[in-house]
């Protein structure tokens, strides 16, 4: 579609759903809407024209011109500069003009409003008079338009139009990909069909019925012989293709590599009474080139080849490289897509795993299962000694107990440490790097092995043996370890990270001698619970624990004593409250415990149960004048309710304080309620 006619705009608005808009547009901002094309052509007008647009142009026809040399240069310059403009035509009405594209079509709106005064009315009525005009229809009252009126609708229009624009332009680009991807999948489908050997077989046997061709044979390339020799033949005759071998050295192969369409090579053997004609002993060869390397050659033996013949064969053959080619491309595409698919499933096992040696197992488990590896081991290095520690192992070397230890720089994983590089062996008895006997429980001689790396630190190594198909191990394998391991060692950082935080955030809100909460953090505790139970409704309890004595044994048997017994209590405490209680040591031999969603009554069996369990759990011994005397350590408890004692968590901490003080002075080892 030529972009100046505009005409794919011009479908486009006079359609009805973009009709109905501009007429909505028009009757809403009080503007008549017209378009026009990059030209300056009209491409849509209103079905009704502006009043006095239209009174004045019928009354005085010969304005026309004119009024078209005034609005057409605004039109024409809105097109040149993209930006929108707000003027007053000859007729004194006030219009602007705006530009908008589609498809790399551009047009342009123009919306006619009407005076800005009275002062441009009676020059449109002097224009008009001037003209012999004796009336002109004008609509009463009069609505005027200013030059703010004007912009405000030229930018409402401008977002609307533009915008409804892009989203159509963005939703046929997205179809047009969309329609190109599936042709890209028809082809890739189309192309995976056959092999290349089998377009090898399709091209001999359709130059060979082509051309009438009696010997022709494809030549493929046999790297570990250095040498091409026969891959597929065809003989007419029935006779057997003659065996022919071209060494990779060989001339022919240089010129072909060259970039000679073809070779000639005279093998004349026949006398002057041979039947035979003449040069019908030679051979042509036709390269067959794939990404510039020669893939394979097409060799015509006893054949007199016209050049329109030798066109028709270097055609053949320049098809099945491309095809080979558009082969090997989308089995590339495939492996990097399959790749793709691998480390995703494998980012999604491991990734949730917090547990660090089932992290470990799991990556050496995937790794192995994604490499098709029979056996395994991920190595991890100790900050501490420097060395590779075993983590995770898989087959025969699964039976091995205890921790190895390989210093870094020692052994093939040590040296893969060291150095930070990869090891891929085909043959360990015949690498330079290693040459060492292969040991018993290894079934081949190939295994890969690559460090876990964050940026250029070394955190461990990955080491994988023994394919199951019994193949060695290629570059496509250490491409795809490689990124494992590069994935996995993220991984790994990001668990001991995680690990360490959640190490450091149990310090903050734990006591370090009791392992049970602190002060600070039951403080916090008791505000959400508070609030938990303003929301829902619910009674809580406070519940403040002080053992009797202890300071008296703490001073005469000392603090390691002391301790002992703070750690017997938390875990007398622990054991006899419920899952949802929350015990916390608040300080010295004080221990505070909330009790969500219960009433007085319970709280007081709570209390009892916990009295009665730090008097039998809890003693010691202690050595008065020489001799042992046993001592049971008794509990005063205070207790406050929510919401009877108070409705704030420092009410609540100050009440339950003096319901544990009126406990202590009535005798102690007993339960006092606030009131």
């Known amino acids: 579609m030529n972009a100046i006619t505009g005409e794919r705009l011009q479908d486009l608005f006079v359609s009805e759903p973009w009709h109905n808009l501009f007429t909505t547009l028009s009757d809403s901002l009080g503007f008549s809407l017209s378009v026009y094309s990059q030209t300056g052509r009209l491409i849509f007008a209103p079905l009704i024209e502006h009043s006095q647009c239209g009174s004045f142009l019928a009354t005085s026809p010969g304005l026309e011109s004119q009024c078209k040399t005034s609005c057409h240069p605004r039109i024409m310059n809105v097109l040149a500069t993209g930006k929108p403009d707000v003027y007053k035509c000859l007729a004194k009405i006030v219009c602007f003009a705006l530009s908008v594209e589609y498809l790399g079509e551009k047009a342009v709106i123009l919306g006619r409003g009407s005076f800005s005064s009275y002062e441009d009315f009676r020059e449109y009525m002097n224009l008009a008079a001037a003209r012999g005009v004796d009336a002109i229809a004008v609509r009463a009252p009069l609505t005027f338009t200013s030059q703010e009126q004007a912009w405000k609708a030229c930018r409402f229009i401008d977002d609307t139009v533009n915008r409804s624009l892009q989203n159509m332009q963005e939703t046929a680009a997205l179809r047009k990909k969309f329609d190109s991807l599936m042709s890209v999948f028809s082809l890739w489908g189309s192309a995976t069909v056959e092999q290349p050997e089998m377009r090898y077989q399709d091209m001999l046997y359709n130059l060979s019925t082509l051309l009438d061709i009696d010997h022709i044979t494809i030549l493929a390339l046999d790297r570990e012989a250095g040498r091409y020799t026969g891959l597929y033949g065809i003989s007419k005759s029935g006779a057997p293709t003659e065996a022919i071998t071209i060494d990779e050295n060989d001339t022919v192969v240089k010129e072909l590599l060259s970039g000679k369409p073809f070779i000639r090579t005279a093998t004349q053997v026949a006398g002057p009474a041979s039947k035979a004609p003449a040069g019908r002993e030679s051979r042509f060869f036709f390269p067959i080139l794939v990404n510039k390397t020669l893939g394979g050659i097409l060799c015509i033996t006893n054949q007199i080849l016209l050049d329109r013949d030798r066109q028709i064969i270097a055609g053949f053959c320049k098809q099945t490289a491309l095809f080979i080619e558009n082969f090997h491309l989308h089995q590339d595409l495939y492996k990097k897509f ?44 100790d900050q501490k000694t420097d060395a590779l520690l075993l983590e995770a192992k898989k087959g025969i070397i699964q039976g091995v107990s205890g921790k190895i230890c390989i210093p870094r720089g020692e052994g093939i994983a040590g040296k893969v440490a060291e150095r930070g590089e990869p090891y891929l062996v085909k043959d360990l008895e015949d690498d330079p790097r290693i040459k060492q006997k292969n040991r018993n429980h290894y079934r081949t001689r190939s295994f890969v092995s690559v460090p876990l790396k964050i940026a250029d630190r070394v955190i461990g190594v990955l080491n994988l043996s023994d394919k199951t198909t019994g193949e060695v191990f290629d570059e496509e394998d250490l491409k795809l370890i490689q990124s494992i391991a590069t994935h996995a060692a993220v991984v790994v950082e990001r668990n001991e990270f995680y690990a360490k935080s959640e190490e450091l955030k149990k310090l903050t809100i734990t006591d370090t001698l009791t392992g049970l909460l602190n002060r600070r953090y039951l403080q916090e505790r008791l505000k959400d619970e508070l609030a938990r139970s303003e929301r829902h409704i619910h009674p809580m309890s406070l519940l403040m624990l002080d053992l009797d004595g202890f300071k008296s044994c703490n001073d005469s048997e000392g603090h390691l004593v002391g301790d002992k017994i703070l750690q017997e209590v938390a875990e007398t405490l622990l054991k006899t409250v419920r899952s949802m209680d929350i015990v916390a040591r608040f300080g010295g031999d004080e221990f505070m415990v909330i009790l969500p969603e219960t009433s007085e009554p319970v709280a007081i069996e709570i209390g009892e149960r916990l009295r009665n369990s730090v008097s039998t759990g809890t003693a010691w011994t202690r050595k008065a004048g020489g001799k042992p005397e046993p001592c049971i350590l008794t509990a005063s408890i205070g207790i406050v309710c929510y919401p009877e004692h108070g409705d704030t968590a420092e009410l609540l901490l100050e009440n339950v304080d003096k319901a544990l003080y009126r406990a202590k002075n009535k005798g102690k080892n007993r339960i006092e309620v606030f009131s």
């Open 338 to 381: 399959n790749r793709f698919a691998l480390m995703s499933e494998l980012n999604r096992a491991i990734t949730p795993i917090q547990n660090y040696d089932t992290l470990l197992q799991m990556i050496l488990d995937k790794s192995a299962e994604l490499l098709k590896a029979e056996q395994g081991s991920l190595m991890m290095l």
